[in-house]
């Protein structure tokens, strides 16, 4: 569930544009530059690979703003913890930097939905159907603990790598292994294989807590 942030490159496009900036959007003493959706749209390419256009930037940016307003009035505990992380994760300038920060506070609000789904609903079935959309899933198998690679293997609609997917999850570990023709294999999964398997998982979570998410937002919007 982590960052891709490129913090370094937009912390000096901050700068280098400074505070100022054409106004889009302003209402209720929330005001968005033409430089704070420039800096969100990079901030968002960069860590979803996704570009979107302004109108959507602009409409994110007045969500994002309502909700963390909501937040520090109503939920000063929580905003709190998440500045705190911030601090320790990303470093003073990233915190000092409003757009930086209130990215990187809202992408947390998301999360806390998908850790929630992940912790105390995800189950092995819905792995199963994440996995049946996929064309393949070809990864080496070892009998030597992946010093020397024996095959690969289609693991698509493989159920013990499906568990052992699940549990390794569940645990927060990474020791892979299956039973082929009785004999134990460990699955020599690569960082990125993992990331891509996680990131599945993860989108798929996120479209199972879209209407619970929505919900939360504009809830705090008409509060």
């Known amino acids: 569930m982590g960052y891709k942030i490129l913090l370094g490159f937009i912390i000096f496009f901050s700068i280098i544009l400074n505070s100022s900036g054409n106004i889009l959007y302003e209402k209720d003493n929330l005001i968005i530059t033409d430089i704070d959706i420039k800096i969100y749209k990079d901030l968002y390419e960069n860590n979803y690979g996704i570009k979107i256009n302004d109108t959507n930037a602009l409409k ?17 505990d929580f905003i709190k913890r998440i500045n705190d992380e911030i601090l320790i994760k990303y470093g003073k300038n990233s915190f000092e930097n409003i757009n930086i920060r209130e990215f990187i506070i809202f992408s947390k609000i998301r999360d806390e939905f998908v850790i929630n789904y992940f912790q105390n609903k995800l189950n092995i079935t819905e792995i199963k159907n994440i996995f049946k959309n996929l064309e393949k899933l070809n990864i080496p198998i070892s009998s030597n603990d992946c010093l020397i690679i024996d095959k690969i293997v289609d693991l698509k609609n493989n159920e013990g790598f499906m568990e052992s997917i699940y549990n390794n999850l569940k645990n927060d570990s990474k020791e892979f292994s299956i039973m082929m023709n009785n004999k134990k294999y460990d699955i020599c999964i690569d960082d990125a294989t993992f990331n891509s398997i996680e990131r599945l998982i993860i989108e798929y979570i996120q479209s199972k807590t879209t209407q619970e998410f929505e919900a939360f937002v504009y809830g705090k919007i008409k509060n």
């Open 60 to 76: 994110d940016l007045a969500l994002i703003r309502n909700v963390i307003n909501d937040l520090e009035k109503n939920n000063e």
